[in-house]
T-cell receptor
Framework: NAGVTQTPKFQVLKTGQSMTLQCAQD?????MSWYRQDPGMGLRLIHY???????DQGEVPNGYNVSRSTTEDFPLRLLSAAPSQTSVYFC???????????FGPGTRLLVL | GQNIDQPTEMTATEGAIVQINCTYQ??????LFWYQQHAGEAPTFLSY????GLEEKGRFSSFLSRSKGYSYLLLKELQMKDSASYLC?????????????FGSGTQLTVLP
C-alpha cells in the first residue's frame, strides 16, 4: 500500500491564481480530511468527507473547495490564492469506525 | 468551540522521563489522540484514549481524565530521536461526523 499520497510537494503561486492540491489513498478509508498547519497554530481542519459524494466544512473552509467523486481521491481547490493561504497542507484518511488517521507527506504552498 | 492547551516547549535529557500535559474544554468529547511530528514531516499516530486511565505502548504511555479535561503523554528512556513536536488532539462528535481538533503542539528537545 502507498498509504496517503499528496501532490505536489511544493508549489509557488501568485495572488489570484487557482490550483488543485491532490490527495489519494489506497486503504479504502471512508473518512478523508484536509488540514492546514501554520507556525504556532497547530493543525486546523479545512474540509472533510465521510464517503464518496459527501463533503462538509471544517474550521477554516473559506477560499477552499473540495469534492469526493471516488473513495480514493479528495482534491482541495484554491479558487483565488491569497498570501494568507501560504501554509503546509496535510491530507489525512481513516476508517469511520476506527480511530487512527493516516497523514500524507504534506504540500508546502507559498502564495506571493 | 474547542480549546486545547499544551506547553509550547519542553527540554529533557537523554535517558530521562518527560511528561507532556494537555488540557481541553470541549463538548461532544469522543476521544483524545497524541501524534508525533518531526520537523518537515507528517504527524504520526502515537496513542488514543477514550476512557479514563492509562494506556501503555512501549516507552510511551498516555493518560486521560475526562472529568478534569486532562491528558498527559509520558515518554520514558528518552532517546535523541524523540526530539519532535507532540500534538494533542481531541475528537468531537459533530452531527453524524467526528472531527479532530488539534492543540498547537509541544516542541520537545532531547539533550545528550
Amino acid at each position: 500500500n502507498a498509504g496517503v499520497t499528496q501532490t505536489p510537494k511544493f508549489q509557488v503561486l501568485k495572488t489570484g491564481q487557482s490550483m488543485t492540491l491532490q490527495c489519494a489513498q489506497d486503504m479504502n478509508h471512508e473518512y478523508m480530511s484536509w488540514y492546514r498547519q501554520d507556525p504556532g497554530m497547530g493543525l486546523r481542519l479545512i474540509h472533510y468527507s465521510v464517503g464518496a459524494g459527501i463533503t462538509d466544512q471544517g474550521e477554516v473552509p473559506n477560499g477552499y473547495n473540495v469534492s469526493r467523486s471516488t473513495t480514493e481521491d479528495f482534491p482541495l481547490r484554491l479558487l483565488s490564492a491569497a498570501p494568507s493561504q501560504t501554509s503546509v497542507y496535510f491530507c489525512a484518511s481513516s476508517y469511520l469506525v476506527k480511530e487512527t488517521q493516516y497523514f500524507g507527506p504534506g504540500t508546502r504552498l507559498l502564495v506571493l | 468551540g474547542q480549546n486545547i492547551d499544551q506547553p509550547t516547549e519542553m527540554t529533557a535529557t537523554e535517558g530521562a522521563i518527560v511528561q507532556i500535559n494537555c488540557t481541553y474544554q470541549t463538548s461532544g468529547f469522543n476521544g483524545l489522540f497524541w501524534y508525533q511530528q518531526h520537523a518537515g514531516e507528517a504527524p504520526t499516530f502515537l496513542s488514543y484514549n477514550v476512557l479514563d486511565g492509562l494506556e501503555e505502548k512501549g516507552r510511551f504511555s498516555s493518560f486521560l481524565s475526562r472529568s478534569k479535561g486532562y491528558s498527559y503523554l509520558l515518554l520514558k528512556e528518552l532517546q535523541m530521536k524523540d526530539s519532535a513536536s507532540y500534538l494533542c488532539a481531541v475528537r468531537v462528535r459533530s452531527g453524524s461526523a467526528r472531527q479532530l481538533t488539534f492543540g498547537s503542539g509541544t516542541q520537545l528537545t532531547v539533550l545528550p
